[in-house]
């Protein structure tokens, strides 16, 4: 289920129909889309009624960072939201806080703190927590149903878990980079190494135990689904146009390819049962976009 892109000032359906444009021809499987909205006004509240009716578009994603490119302030957030509720679709909410991020950005690379490993360091914890408590008071309001994609602090987590045990309908997602790689083993390596794990939300730091209670919170389903946001780019031609500046570093790494060995390996290690990994990777996503009955079991 890939992510069809609109970005601010453009239309939402031809935004779709170019990736439909690409996707068609010589395509080896079956596919679906999630519907980026880059940009919340009228139009595009009522192009997100006509993708449901007439496209088979279940879910949107918006983004609480990124000010200027896909970022959605509150407001914008929120009719987006009622607009969700009424048409049955789920939000897919890319949860962290951009604007104090940029200010942070803007302070490293001000003290000259420009080497990868700042990706991770500008974009703390607090940032992805704040907003995923922010995203789902909003949801509550509004009655529609979210869904946390790229989740890789425990602390945001956490303030999931707390509203799915009040009984709200609030969803999270984690990927098989936030289970396995950190902040220094692979974005702090040497040189502009640490650039080809530069995505967001970023890696995490070891130290700080985010792998082990993700997986703890994939075992009792506080994490409901491992997708990938699979975003690859070329090291030569793309990652180094953040060379002296790693805020200007492509965000995005690529794991579709990996995913289901990847968490198989947790069955291996005794952190998730056989069934448990089935449900993670295929069943609960089916079930939750639409797809389940021809896809899933």
């Given at each position: 289920v890939d992510m069809a892109l609109q970005r601010y000032n453009e239309n939402v359906q031809l935004g779709l129909a170019e990736w439909h444009r690409k996707a068609g021809g010589?395509?080896?499987?079956?596919?679906?889309?999630?519907?980026?909205?880059?940009?919340?006004?009228?139009?595009?509240?009522?192009?997100?009624?006509?993708?449901?009716?007439?496209?088979?578009?279940?879910?949107?994603?918006?983004?609480?960072?990124?000010?200027?490119?896909?970022?959605?302030?509150?407001?914008?957030?929120?009719?987006?939201?009622?607009?969700?509720?009424?048409n049955g679709a789920m939000i897919m909410m890319h949860a962290e806080n951009g604007s104090a991020i940029d200010v942070l950005v803007a302070q490293a690379l001000a003290a000259g703190n420009t080497?990868?490993?700042?990706?991770?360091?500008?974009?703390?914890?607090?940032?992805?927590?704040?907003?995923?408590?922010?995203?789902?008071?909003?949801?509550?309001?509004?009655?529609?149903?979210l869904y946390i994609v790229h989740m890789s602090a425990k602390q945001a987590v956490a303030v999931l878990q707390a509203n799915r045990d009040e009984g709200y309908n609030v969803f999270g997602e984690t990927c098989p980079q936030y289970l396995y790689l950190s902040l220094e083993d692979q974005l702090s390596q040497p040189g502009f190494e640490g650039s080809k794990w530069v995505c967001s939300t970023p890696l995490r730091s070891k130290a700080e135990h985010h792998q082990d209670e993700l997986w703890r919170y994939l075992r009792t389903n506080d994490l409901s689904v491992i997708s990938t946001d699979h975003c690859p780019f070329c090291f030569k031609e793309q990652k180094e146009m953040g060379l002296g500046d790693f805020s200007k570093i492509p965000n995005g790494i690529g794991s579709v390819e990996h995913r289901m060995d990847l968490i198989f390996q947790g069955v291996v290690e005794g952190k998730i049962t056989l069934e448990r990994w089935v449900e993670l990777c295929s069943t609960t996503p089916a079930r939750m976009f639409g797809l389940y009955g021809r896809k899933g079991d």
């Open positions: 010589n395509c080896a499987i079956d596919y679906a889309f999630h519907q980026i909205v880059g940009g919340i006004d009228e139009q595009a509240l009522k192009d997100m009624t006509y993708l449901v009716d007439h496209e088979g578009v279940t879910s949107f994603k918006l983004f609480m960072a990124y000010p200027g490119v896909f970022y959605s302030d509150d407001g914008q957030i929120l009719r987006a939201m009622q607009t969700a509720s009424e080497d990868p490993r700042y990706h991770s360091l500008t974009r703390p914890w607090e940032t992805e927590a704040e907003a995923t408590n922010r995203a789902i008071m909003l949801a509550r309001l509004t009655g529609a149903p």
